[in-house]
């Protein structure tokens, strides 16, 4: 090989150990690069990884809070069918305030923000009529609902004097927007399980509750008329005494006792037929008959000393008192023939009682005689119902001659029935024949083997050893 080729050859193999030699320090420093970078990432997701380490815990906190409040905030925004369903609410207002319902309508919901709101709206129009107090226990209502509502507007057009005067209230014409909103989410999360959730719960019971206090705002109670004059309508009317000696303020304030008192006795009575014994209704007929004389005094002394003179007074008096009562003593009146137990009542309590006393339950077979003892003597006069009544006071008698006949100590130690002989028994550790006292009261009559007949308040009872 001469010379040149030599050279030729270290020459081709200088340059391809250069070449590799170059490739592989390319490689290292871009493997060095990568690395670098990967470096770089990875000390960004660590500081990602702290940073969600130290929120996790608070957001952790947040999430438990507001589950506990899912069941405010579902009190607070209805779904859509408690919103529908609204309405119904608004007609049962009405009749606890007295508006008279002219039209109650819901109108189309609509969204109020974007069209992915989680929020929707439901409005309703209410018209109605009523005086500006009941209208305002309307507005009370719908401000101590458990739902969030308000009233973005309203008008009212006032009613007159005249019609005052007649119906002895006002009648103002009342139109009023009322609004509502329904939580309803678009898009639904899945529901991330906490760990030990129920302890974390209870460790954070404190901040649950605060927010659940702040969610339930406090309410404004209204109280009602008060005596006061409706604003809206000005009858001319002096509020100072007039010879009546009542004032206005105080003539409205006795017609309110009277209704008042007429309301409570006419639900009294709506108890008298719901009653469940004989005794408790008795008892609410008796408070219903006392209340209708109570009331009737009160207008003969109206009437006498001439104490209402205010039009709108007088004409609630007759209306929503005279006449009412007048109905109600009508109801009493046909039902005071049919008084106390009916029939059925009383053998059905017989019935009690002779199995009570024959299942020796004497205190139960008393008690069924106190629950219709107080209108036994209402049944004079009807033969039926007497010859039972005579009946149960034996029962009675016969169940306490029994309860307390048995409630006595009597110790058995033995007897002696020796023919030619007078029997002997020991009772108490006392030796006794017939015609000896086992205490004052009780007498023995009889005695026969393990058995022996006292004589106890008017009547012979055995007692078996």
């Given at each position: 090989?001469?010379?040149?080729?030599?050279?030729?050859?270290?020459?081709?193999?200088?340059?391809?150990?250069?070449?590799?030699?170059?490739?592989?320090?390319?490689?290292?420093?871009?493997?060095?690069?990568?690395?670098?970078?990967?470096?770089e990432q990875l000390g960004k997701d660590i500081q990602v990884a702290r940073k969600t380490i130290t929120t996790t815990a608070s957001l952790e906190?947040?999430?438990?809070?507001?589950?506990?409040?899912?069941?405010?905030?579902?009190?607070?925004?209805?779904?859509?069918?408690?919103?529908?369903?609204?309405i119904k609410n608004f007609y049962n207002y009405s009749r606890e305030t007295g508006v008279q319902p002219t039209s109650f309508q819901p109108q189309?919901?609509?969204?109020?923000?974007?069209?992915?709101?989680?929020?929707?709206?439901?409005?309703?129009?209410?018209?109605?009529?009523?005086?500006?107090?009941?209208?305002?226990?309307?507005?009370?209502?719908?401000?101590?609902?458990?739902?969030?509502?308000?009233?973005?507007?309203?008008?009212?057009?006032?009613?007159?004097?005249?019609?005052?005067?007649?119906?002895?209230?006002?009648?103002?014409?009342?139109?009023?927007?009322?609004?509502?909103?329904?939580?309803?989410?678009?898009?639904?999360?899945?529901?991330?399980?906490?760990?030990?959730?129920?302890?974390?719960?209870?460790?954070?019971?404190?901040?649950?509750?605060?927010?659940?206090?702040?969610?339930?705002?406090?309410?404004?109670?209204?109280?009602?008329?008060?005596?006061?004059?409706?604003?809206?309508?000005?009858?001319?009317?002096?509020?100072?005494?007039?010879?009546?000696?009542?004032?206005?303020?105080?003539?409205?304030?006795?017609?309110?006792?009277?209704?008042?008192?007429?309301?409570?006795?006419?639900?009294?009575?709506?108890?008298?037929?719901?009653?469940?014994?004989?005794?408790?209704?008795?008892?609410?007929?008796?408070?219903?008959?006392?209340?209708?004389?109570?009331?009737?005094?009160?207008?003969?002394?109206?009437?006498?000393?001439?104490?209402?003179?205010?039009?709108?007074?007088?004409?609630?008096?007759?209306?929503?008192?005279?006449?009412?009562?007048?109905?109600?003593?009508?109801?009493?009146?046909?039902?005071?023939?049919?008084?106390?137990?009916?029939?059925?009542?009383?053998?059905?309590?017989?019935?009690?009682?002779?199995?009570?006393?024959?299942?020796?339950?004497?205190?139960?077979?008393?008690?069924?005689?106190?629950?219709?003892?107080?209108?036994?003597?209402l049944v004079q006069g009807d033969p039926a119902r007497m010859e039972l009544a005579d009946e149960l006071r034996v029962l009675a008698e016969e169940?306490?001659?029994?309860?307390?006949?048995?409630?006595?100590?009597?110790?058995?130690?033995?007897?002696?029935?020796?023919?030619?002989?007078?029997?002997?028994?020991?009772?108490?550790?006392?030796?006794?024949?017939?015609?000896?006292?086992?205490?004052?009261?009780?007498?023995?009559?009889?005695?026969?083997?393990?058995?022996?007949?006292?004589?106890?308040?008017?009547?012979?009872?055995?007692?078996?050893?």
């Amino acid at each position: 090989m001469d010379d040149r080729k030599f050279w030729i050859l270290v020459a081709l193999v200088f340059a391809v150990v250069t070449s590799g030699s170059g490739y592989a320090i390319y490689s290292k420093k871009e493997a060095i690069k990568n690395r670098r970078a990967e470096v770089e990432q990875l000390g960004k997701d660590i500081q990602v990884a702290r940073k969600t380490i130290t929120t996790t815990a608070s957001l952790e906190k947040e999430v438990i809070v507001l589950r506990e409040l899912s069941v405010v905030f579902e009190e607070i925004l209805p779904t859509t069918d408690g919103a529908r369903n609204l309405i119904k609410n608004f007609y049962n207002y009405s009749r606890e305030t007295g508006v008279q319902p002219t039209s109650f309508q819901p109108q189309a919901s609509r969204n109020p923000g974007a069209a992915q709101s989680d929020f929707d709206q439901f409005s309703y129009t209410l018209e109605m009529t009523g005086d500006t107090f009941q209208f305002l226990d309307f507005i009370n209502r719908i401000e101590t609902h458990s739902r969030f509502m308000s009233i973005p507007s309203f008008r009212m057009t006032a009613g007159s004097r005249k019609d005052m005067e007649k119906l002895g209230f006002a009648r103002h014409a009342i139109q009023m927007d009322v609004e509502t909103y329904v939580y309803q989410p678009k898009t639904q999360a899945a529901r991330v399980p906490i760990d030990g959730y129920d302890r974390k719960r209870d460790l954070l019971v404190g901040e649950i509750n605060r927010r659940r206090q702040a969610l339930r705002l406090a309410t404004f109670q209204y109280r009602g008329a008060r005596g006061r004059r409706d604003p809206w309508i000005d009858p001319r009317v002096s509020a100072e005494e007039d010879a009546s000696g009542l004032s206005m303020l105080e003539q409205k304030e006795k017609v309110e006792e009277l209704i008042e008192m007429l309301a409570s006795a006419t639900a009294q009575w709506g108890r008298v037929e719901e009653a469940e014994n004989i005794l408790e209704r008795m008892m609410e007929k008796r408070g219903v008959i006392e209340t209708i004389a109570t009331i009737n005094d009160e207008l003969r002394r109206i009437d006498n000393d001439n104490m209402i003179t205010y039009p709108p007074a007088v004409k609630r008096l007759q209306v929503e008192v005279r006449e009412p009562v007048r109905r109600l003593q009508a109801e009493v009146d046909d039902k005071k023939s049919i008084e106390g137990p009916l029939k059925e009542e009383l053998e059905q309590v017989v019935r009690h009682m002779r199995k009570n006393i024959e299942t020796g339950d004497y205190m139960l077979a008393l008690q069924d005689y106190d629950s219709i003892k107080a209108g036994l003597e209402l049944v004079q006069g009807d033969p039926a119902r007497m010859e039972l009544a005579d009946e149960l006071r034996v029962l009675a008698e016969e169940a306490d001659i029994l309860r307390e006949f048995e409630s006595i100590e009597i110790q058995f130690g033995g007897q002696a029935l020796i023919e030619g002989h007078a029997p002997a028994v020991l009772l108490n550790k006392k030796t006794l024949s017939v015609g000896d006292l086992l205490q004052p009261g009780v007498e023995i009559v009889a005695i026969r083997p393990f058995e022996v007949d006292f004589a106890f308040r008017g009547v012979v009872l055995t007692r078996s050893f």
